[in-house]
């Protein structure tokens, strides 16, 4: 059973930092493409940052060079460091995968994703 869950949202202060983390079962990290995604009140899901099953690295215009994603296939685990937030970066972030193998920019669509846990609040705020 494919299973994901996220955990590492919180409240922080605008230039703040957090590391999200997303344990997955049921499937491995190294083959799927898997993605961070995020939904602010009002707004439609985006994607924030993507792996590609080629292992290739894909971020969304607003986040590029503040966030980072990676993982560790020995973990089972999906992480997102984001560093200098700001408050547009509020939202609930999602980790989902689609088990197939894709390739290309598009990775991060959301609409390619099947499999997503319940999402994580971050909220940036003075």
């Known amino acids: 059973q494919v299973q994901l869950v996220e955990s590492g949202g919180g409240l922080v202060q605008p230039g703040g930092s957090l590391r999200l983390s997303c344990a997955v079962s049921?499937?491995?990290?190294?083959?799927?493409?898997i993605g961070w995604f995020r939904q602010a009140p009002g707004k439609e899901r985006e994607g924030v940052a993507c792996?590609?099953?080629?292992?290739?690295?894909y971020y969304g215009d607003s986040v590029k060079g503040r966030f980072t994603i990676s993982r560790d296939e020995a973990k089972n685990t999906m992480y997102l460091q984001m560093d200098t937030l700001q408050p547009e970066d509020t939202a609930v972030y999602y980790c989902?995968?689609?088990?197939?193998?894709?390739?290309?920019?598009?990775?991060?669509?959301?609409?390619?994703?099947?499999?997503w846990g319940q999402g994580t609040l971050v909220t940036v705020s003075s």
């Open positions: 989902a995968t689609d088990l197939t193998y894709y390739r290309g920019p598009g990775v991060c669509n959301p609409g390619l994703y099947d499999y």
């Open positions: 049921g499937f491995t990290l190294d083959y799927y493409a």
């Open positions: 792996i590609s099953s080629d292992g290739k690295l």
